[in-house]
């Protein structure tokens, strides 16, 4: 791919190829600790775009956008996280164990229409290996005011599925300025993550 990142937020590569992930999904039980999950508030569509980057040492990600269906997470996490949230009108269809997901941003062009499923067992990325490069990272960066942010990142080990799609429509990444080479997409599924995401700090 083709990017540009701040300059204090490198970008990582694999064999000298940088990669960029969307990432559609869920949020299911999303609370404050401490607190029960809020009724409607803790359920949402979301999809990400991402890429890889390693500072002082630690490999984390960098967001590129984030869109999601509900207009109190993107504005919760703008203030506190500094991140490139969007509100978008989304859904997700399931059915016969596949997955129908739909996502428009409300202002703007980034769109994503695809089906997906998985179509194997799940595994775990093994070290040395390009899923584990681009899976197994335990924080997020972020650059306010020309600072970067960390926001530590907690979660088992991903159970990754091989995975097909169709894509209907996908700007994601055009949205997000970057030039993607005309291939065949690395496809992954997971059925659930349980993921807890610390306050940011310099």
Known sequence: METTSPPAVPIDTWEGEAWIAVAPFEVTGLRLRGTPPAPVLSRFAETNVRTY???????????????????VAVIAARASYRLPYFRAR???????GEITYR???????????????????AFQARPGTLEHFLIERYC???VDGGRVRRADIHHPPWDLQPAEAQF??????????VAVPA???????AMRQDVVVWAPGR
């Open 183 to 189: 291939r065949a997409p690395l496809l992954h599924y």
């Open 90 to 96: 989304m859904a997700i269809e399931r059915s016969g």
């Open 168 to 177: 209907a429509e996908n700007t994601m990444t055009v949205a997000a300025g």
């Open 53 to 71: 980057t390693t500072v002082d040492g630690r490999p984390g990600v960098y967001f590129l956008s984030l869109d999601a269906a509900s207009t």
């Open 140 to 142: 997020l960066y972020t």
């Open 103 to 121: 996502s428009t941003r409300v202002r703007g062009t980034a769109v994503l229409r695809v089906r997906y499923r998985p179509t194997g067992p």
